[in-house]
Nanobody
Framework: QVQLVESGGGLVQAGGSLRLSCAAS????????MGWFRQAPGKQREFVAA????????YYGDSVKGRFTISGDNAKNTVSLQMNSLKPEETAVYYC???????????????????WGQGTQVTVSA
């Protein structure tokens, strides 16, 4: 099983930027595709972005397209999420998740991920 640790959260003003990082340890990082999710108080956890190493496919939630960028470094066992033009409604706990290769099911669905980090708080002030 892979272990995930997020970092980079914090407080930022609306319109600002943050970069989240996820460090993986344990099983071979390249055995997993990686995703980012977020959960605001009282709301369900929602998909933000994901990366599939084979073919270098990238996926984004509709609300973050054009503003967020997911990237990964297999050599360093890390995946990052660059977030630009942040909005107050994007205040949430952001989670890194790993999905073992191969894995059936939608990459957008929380239930199709095998490991999760503890989350990092992102607060966007108005």
């Amino acid at each position: 099983q892979v272990q995930l640790v997020e970092s980079g959260g914090g407080l930022v003003q609306a319109g600002g930027s943050l970069r989240l990082s996820c460090a993986a340890s344990g099983r071979t990082f390249s055995s997993y595709n990686m995703g980012w999710f977020r959960q605001a108080p009282g709301k369900q956890r929602e998909f933000v972005a994901a990366i599939e190493w084979s073919g270098s496919s990238l996926y984004y939630g509709d609300s973050v397209k054009g503003r967020f960028t997911i990237s990964g470094d297999n050599a360093k066992n890390t995946v990052s999420l660059q977030m630009n033009s942040l909005k107050p409604e994007e205040t949430a706990v952001y989670y890194c998740a790993a999905r073992q290769i191969p894995r059936r099911g939608s990459i957008y669905y929380t239930g199709n991920y095998d490991a999760w980090g503890q989350g990092t708080q992102v607060t966007v002030s108005a």
